[in-house]
């Protein structure tokens, strides 16, 4: 049973901390610079899009201890059982010296302000733990969530480059000194059964297990379900949203398995898109550059392919490309198991086929078909850690040039993620020719009427549907993306 009095517990740099009077939208930032003063990590944008709150969590993966960059911003206390939080006033060493990634920062002049220098160091002291020789692109990959005003970023990558090839013994660095005792004293922490903790009004919960997600749901059919806070972060960083009660499932290993067969691949919802994106890349190569353009390497570490589908989202990302790779859906419950085609799930806009007390446990990808076609296209303002305005999916069978299936669907272009069932009809069947290509683009009209808003008008989301299906056809031909780009609005 559920214990009233329970505590949340990690490691914050090298002491153990047990939190047992904490509130559902307590966040990490608040907690390191209020209240243990550790005022290294800044706050800047408090929606986890500046990076200046970057600290590193290291968590078990099987007995595998891994450190991810992550946004303290939007991280909250509650997901923080059994994992070791770093900071950046842990990585000097004992007598003051610099870190090879710090002294790299000061040595090729990588902060001006400095605000932001902080987080900088911290996702460049992330690379530097995984990755003993990144290359450019692995650099600027990692650096995508970190902004920064006054250097440009030469600098900062000049000073990753330099930090990649010092490498101190393993006295020096904390990490790599104490990894084999954090290991022991995460596993040590690990839970066992639900963690409840009430602070007057509110209620956080943290089940150790599958079960003790589908219990707490029965007891709380109203509660806030919680993986990557990605979402829901700033629900209360810039809603002033109250969650509670809220569920916290980030530490729930069976929703965190990956398993690949041949039929298909199987996703825990708790999976990252980090965690995800070497299956999902090997299996749909379509889906992994369109993974490195969701959010920033801080948003992917902490952001579940499970809750942007859950959350229902009309611009989400994922659910796109899975609808036409016929992806299902499984939810569970107390009373047990369903599975539906992930299409069938979204029935309009904030709705979706969920029954009070289910939650979606996994996700089931069938293997593409040898010869089918297959891409995903994002179009934001920005390149890089931006919401889309649309992103448009396209799977299709060609066999003898002539379509004989189709599954096309957008995200950004109706209240839900949705198929265009009209341009499919009118490809199917025809050859697949520029001339087909072009008739069945004026069907956009018939399958969508967007919004719209801020991100896009109407009229420049039906253009770039439309030249998305052109620049589809273009590529599958072999044709240079470069062609295209300008009307496919990739800008």
């Not at 450190?67 to 006033?89: D, K, M, P």
């Not at 710090?102 to 995984?130: E, N, R």
């Not at 085609?341 to 709705?351: C, R, S, T, V």
Request: hydrophobic share 40%.
């Amino acid at each position: 049973m559920p214990q009233p009095n329970g505590s949340i517990s990690f490691i914050l740099n090298d002491r153990e901390v047990a939190l047992s009077d904490i509130a559902p939208t307590a966040t990490l930032l608040d907690y390191l610079r209020l209240e243990r003063r550790l005022t290294g990590t800044k706050e800047g944008c408090a929606e986890g899009d500046c990076g200046a709150c970057t600290v590193l969590v290291g968590k078990l993966a099987g007995d595998r201890l891994v450190y991810e960059a992550v946004n303290a911003c939007i991280r909250f206390l509650g997901s923080l059982q059994a994992t070791h939080v770093v900071t950046v006033e842990h990585l000097a060493g004992q007598d003051g010296t610099l870190h090879p990634v710090q002294q790299a920062m000061v040595d090729f002049h990588g902060s001006q302000c400095g605000f932001c220098t902080p987080g900088f160091v911290m996702s460049l002291y992330g690379l530097w733990l995984a990755n003993d020789d990144p290359s450019r692109a692995d650099i600027e990959k990692a650096l995508q969530g970190n902004l920064c005003r006054c250097t440009g970023y030469e600098p900062i990558v000049r000073a990753a480059e330099a930090a990649a090839k010092a490498r101190p013994s393993e006295i020096f660095d904390p990490i790599t000194r104490e990894r084999e005792t954090i290991t022991v004293r995460l596993k040590a922490l690990a839970p066992t059964e639900t963690i409840t903790i009430r602070q007057g009004d509110t209620c956080l919960i943290v089940p150790a297990d599958g079960d003790g997600l589908a219990t707490a749901l029965a007891d709380n059919p109203g509660a806030t379900v919680v993986g990557g806070s990605t979402d829901v972060g700033l629900w209360v960083t810039k809603q002033m949203r109250p969650i509670n009660p809220a569920i916290f499932i980030n530490g729930i290993a069976e929703l965190q398995r990956i398993e690949e067969t041949e039929p298909g691949l199987t996703i825990g919802a708790g999976v990252s898109y980090t965690m995800a994106y070497a299956a999902l890349g090997k299996a749909f190569p379509g889906l992994g550059p369109l993974i490195d353009r969701i959010g920033g390497e801080q948003v992917r570490n902490m952001g579940t392919i499970g809750g942007n589908i859950a959350n229902g989202s009309p611009i989400g990302d994922s659910p796109p490309p899975l609808i036409v790779l016929d992806a299902t859906v499984t939810l569970r419950s107390t009373e047990g198991r369903r599975t539906l085609p992930l299409e069938e799930f979204f029935i309009a806009y904030g709705k979706q086929d969920r029954k009070p007390g289910e939650f979606v446990e996994s996700i089931f990808v069938p293997s593409l078909p040898a010869g089918d076609l297959f891409a995903a296209y994002k179009i934001s303002k920005r390149r890089d850690e931006d919401i889309s305005a649309l992103l448009g999916a396209f799977r299709l069978s060609v066999d003898g040039g002539v379509v004989r299936s189709a599954r096309i669907a957008f995200g950004g272009m109706a209240g839900t993620p949705k198929r265009a069932t009209n341009v499919e009809t009118a490809l199917i069947g025809k050859p697949w020719t520029e001339e087909t290509v072009r008739a069945a683009q004026v069907a956009f009209e018939t399958d969508y009427q967007p919004l719209t808003d801020w991100r896009a008008t109407s009229d420049y989301r039906m253009l770039a549907a439309k030249n998305l299906l052109m620049r589809f056809f273009l590529e599958s031909g072999g044709e240079p993306a470069q062609l295209v780009r300008y009307a496919a609005g990739d800008r």
